[in-house]
């Protein structure tokens, strides 16, 4: 084996617990292990990442990892952390987002080459659709006592919960349907190694306990600890939402200023986890970072690091561009190359107003834009103070009261900037 699997993910802080014997049994050679993933959507967002750099540094060890898509669990739902039952999705969509799913996968992972430890994808529901309810509950479920189910901590804070309303029969089953999932594997793939979230421990054990009841076998499981932020803000989301790897979803912009706003504390801890640069690298950057903390060198690289990953390197540039939009020095062509979602992106909570094709046809004068038309300013006198003072931009240029906006100023067609002085941006809408 080129690397000990357990031993990286150590000193990256990527283990929360660990199956003892897990180590030594990697170390005898190629084996299987997996990961599952939850369909409900069809993107990842990084609170995947975890679960999806497992895989990635377990198949640069020298193993084979299998991502497997819930599609049965994700029509039940899993009681862990949960405080309600999930939607339930229909094939169809499944279908949908599993091959969404897939394709971002394959950023990370090598599916399609020859080798023997290549990356495979599989969908629960393929074994679990045609299992009749009488069938489970003879051949599965008589193996795994209720007081067992019962001691599980997902279950005990569910049963214990003032605020939930109980928790249903389906829910009850999630872990014996994932410890099938695991037994499934066992048989098909080999698989001897099942990892996921802290909060999975107890239904990856399900899984070992059913290998050894009822497929006569050892099998491990091991997990990650849940990614926290220092602050105590959950991470992973802001005020609007996930945080995506579908650049429609999260643009490449957002997605490298979310990384970047990460706080020392945090980026210490998740340059290990989201980045593959080596020990002596990490170490180096987090003793340069120690030094100059107002330079921020470790969140930089990890988010151009990250960012790259998920995107790529031109949209990295671009995102990087996008950012010296607001705090660097930048052009009007370095704005009118952003597209529309960036734009809307960089000037988010900016004041608008609109005005109309027909005012930007014939020129409109600088007091039209700032106050007449648009009341960005008090009064047409505010404006001529302003502009005499040369405190107005348009596009990032100085302009003066005799200058007037026409279709050249466009942005996306759609957008002019106005700024006065540094930090007050307004945009116009052109509709």
């Known amino acids: 084996m080129s690397k000990n699997f357990v031993e990286e993910l150590t000193w990256r802080g990527m283990i929360h617990d660990v199956m003892p014997g897990a180590e030594e049994h990697l170390m005898e050679g ?43 669990t994700g029509m039940i739902g899993d009681p862990s952390g949960k405080s309600n039952e999930r939607n339930l999705l229909d094939e169809a969509t499944l279908r949908h987002n599993q091959n969404a799913i897939r394709e971002q996968l394959s950023r990370f992972l090598d599916f399609d080459s020859d080798a023997p430890n290549a990356a495979k994808l599989v969908n629960n529901y393929d074994w679990m659709k045609n299992f009749s309810f009488l069938e489970f509950i003879r051949d599965v479920g008589k193996h795994i006592t209720v007081n067992y189910m019962m001691a599980k901590d997902s279950v005990k804070k569910r049963l214990s919960s003032e605020s939930a309303e109980g928790m249903s029969f389906t829910e009850f089953t999630y872990q014996l349907v994932q410890g099938y999932d695991f037994l499934h594997l066992y048989r098909d793939a080999d698989c001897t190694l099942q990892m996921g979230g802290s909060d999975q421990w107890g239904n990856i054990t399900t899984g070992t306990e059913l290998i050894r009841r009822i ?130 992106d960089v000037f988010e909570g900016v004041p608008q107003a609109e005005v109309t094709m027909a005012d930007v046809e014939e020129g409109l004068d600088m007091i039209g834009a700032l106050a007449a038309k648009t009341n960005f300013l008090d009064s047409n006198g505010a404006a001529r103070r302003e502009l005499k003072q040369n405190a107005i931009s348009v596009n990032k240029e100085k302009v003066k009261e005799d200058f007037t906006i026409t279709k050249e100023d466009l942005i996306n067609n759609k957008f002019v900037l106005l700024q006065k002085g540094k930090k007050n941006y307004y945009v116009l809408v052109v509709k």
């Open 30 to 72: 190629m084996r299987a292990a997996y990961v599952g993933i939850d369909p409900t959507a069809d993107s990842l967002h990084i609170g995947h990442l975890v679960g999806v750099m497992m895989l990635k540094h377990f198949q640069e060890c020298g193993h084979k990892p299998y991502a497997l898509v819930g599609g049965a």
């Open 215 to 344: 497929g006569g076998g050892k099998a491990y499981a091991m997990t990650c600890p849940l990614i926290t932020k220092a602050d105590g803000t959950k991470f992973g989301k802001t005020a609007g939402g996930n945080i995506w790897l579908d650049a429609e979803r999260t643009s490449p912009y957002k997605f490298y200023q979310y990384w970047l706003n990460t706080s020392d504390e945090d980026a210490e801890k998740y340059i290990k986890i989201f980045t593959f640069l080596s020990k002596e690298e990490i170490e180096a950057l987090i003793a340069e970072h120690r030094e100059a903390p107002h330079a921020r060198a470790l969140q930089k690289k990890l988010a151009e690091e990250v960012t790259i990953m998920v995107h790529s390197e031109a949209e990295l540039v671009k995102a990087q561009k996008a950012s010296d939009i607001l705090f660097g020095k930048s052009t009007s062509e370095d704005l009118k190359e952003l597209d529309e979602k960036t734009f809307l």
